[in-house]
């Protein structure tokens, strides 16, 4: 059976382009085990749908795999971020469900 939820910590860090945002690099091991099990699966972008929890809060979205890094982002919305009290710099714990 393979697994399909990852638990990790990691820094949100800030996009500055034509608009900010803000992200979470996930952990290179962590990608890399993602990438292996669901990459043959993954949609436009390399991209992969995802169930993520932050605290009490879970939403629907999807990770994106980063080239500069080799492991993938996860975006934050301003409404996740209000509703949990995340901010640049901040170390979170989250989860993720890969859901295809």
């Known amino acids: 059976m393979q697994k399909n939820t990852f638990t990790m910590r990691a820094r949100v860090w800030l996009y500055h382009g034509p608009s900010a945002w803000h992200f979470i690099t996930l952990p290179k091991k962590q990608s890399a085990t993602i990438k292996k ?3 043959e699966v993954a949609r436009g972008w390399g991209s992969l749908p995802v169930g993520v929890t932050i605290g009490g ?7 994106f795999p980063d080239k500069k890094t080799d492991a993938y982002l996860l975006p934050l919305k ?4 209000r509703k949990e009290d995340i901010a640049k710099d901040d ?4 989860s993720i469900e890969i859901r295809v």
Do not use: H, L
């Open 37 to 39: 099990i669901f990459g």
């Open 57 to 63: 809060t879970t939403w629907k979205t999807s990770i």
């Open 78 to 81: 301003a409404d996740i971020r």
């Open 91 to 94: 170390m979170v714990t989250f």
